[in-house]
């Protein structure tokens, strides 16, 4: 997993994580100065108050997401979303800007991994009591299971690190046909172990990646598990109509002493689609009913790669009930 990906990746997570933690009060000042309506842009800061539990928070947007399928999530913001709400990986970027949103910390896993064989073999264990929405147990061969997946052709389109890293993987297609990758051994319930055909020292990095989230093989649905994937994070999908609409609820299973980074504030996510730009303006200008606590898709992903080590990026939640959610602000590292 290059530098370059990482840097993208963490600035990405953070800026999510913290945009999603409700909406804020309006700011007042000259609109026509970004720094003096989004004050802290220069610091990494968080502004605006402290975020309260509850509510709805409404994403505004002009487009479908291209997968949310873990194993096909490859496309940023899509995949920050799907990792931060629906799905966990073996571990994660923190969720806090600035430089403190670059590391990593164990999310599904008890640590970052630990290595053996020069760098060639990781292993990972996960914390005990991890469910899914139904309350069912994660284990670790559903994870294995999900990496093996990525390799099918029908479900192509998400992160090939899986490919390049893992040993004796050349020609594998995927689990469908019930073959399964030697490279990967779950010796038990919370055991996952990965051989690599050369060693990777930033593997820890690798498996934030959607791709090592969980997906228990009872729940295969091929291509059309894009549109419901089970959750293992905080909220799953209530409903889905591509393009048009995605409704987030709480996933009640979910248990927030296994998971410090994220916090969950709103009770409801929706992700109103299809929406023309000047739709969106309007709405988030009026900002009334529902799109009193909205925010614009837009405002969640870069408009292109930072130009440098430490260029910033703004994130921005906008007005309304409950209040107090920040205007947000991320550097990359």
């Not at 990494?44 to 096909?72: C, M």
């Not at 192509?156 to 020609?171: C, F, K, M, N, V």
């Not at 919370?190 to 990646?209: D, G, H, M, W």
């Not at 980074?261 to 109103?272: C, F, G, L, M, S």
Request: proline share 8%.
């Amino acid at each position: 997993m290059s530098r370059r990906t990482r840097m993208l990746s963490a600035s990405l997570s953070t800026s999510l994580a913290l945009a999603l933690l409700g909406a804020c009060t309006a700011q007042g000042g000259d609109d026509r100065d970004p720094d003096k309506r989004q004050p802290g842009v220069a610091t990494g800061t968080v502004i605006g108050g402290t975020p309260k539990r509850g509510g709805t928070l409404t994403v505004l947007s002009n487009q479908d997401f291209a997968h949310l399928d873990p194993a096909r999530n490859w496309v940023m913001p899509t995949m920050d979303f799907g990792t931060r709400l629906i799905y966990r990986t073996l571990t994660t970027f923190r969720a806090a800007p600035g430089k403190k949103g670059s590391e990593i910390v164990p999310d599904l896993a008890t640590d970052l991994g630990r290595s053996s064989d020069g760098g060639r073999t990781w292993t990972f264990t996960l914390k005990p009591g991890l469910v899914y929405e139904d309350g069912t147990p994660i284990r670790a061969r559903d994870i294995k299971y999900n990496v093996e997946r990525s390799f099918a052709p029908d479900l192509a389109g998400g992160p090939d690190y899986a490919q390049r890293y893992l040993a004796d993987a050349e020609g594998y297609v995927g689990p469908l046909d019930g073959k399964h990758l030697d490279s990967i051994r779950t010796p038990d319930d919370r055991t996952i172990v990965f051989a690599l055909r050369r060693p990777v020292a930033e593997f820890s990095y690798t498996v934030t990646l959607p791709t090592f989230s969980p997906v228990p093989e009872s729940r295969e649905k091929g291509v059309q598990y894009d549109l419901r994937p089970f959750s293992s994070g905080p909220y799953r999908i209530e409903s889905y109509a591509r393009g048009k609409k995605l409704v987030l609820v709480r996933n009640t299973h979910w248990d927030a002493a296994t998971d410090p980074v994220r916090k969950a504030y709103p009770d409801r996510i929706v992700v109103i689609q299809g929406l023309k730009g000047g739709q969106i303006d309007d709405r988030i200008i009026e900002s009334t009913g529902v799109d009193a606590s909205a925010v614009e898709w837009s405002d969640l992903q870069p408009s292109s790669p930072p130009a440098s080590p430490r260029s910033c990026r703004s994130r921005r939640s906008v007005s309304g009930s409950p209040p107090s959610a920040p205007a947000v602000r991320t550097c990359s590292r």
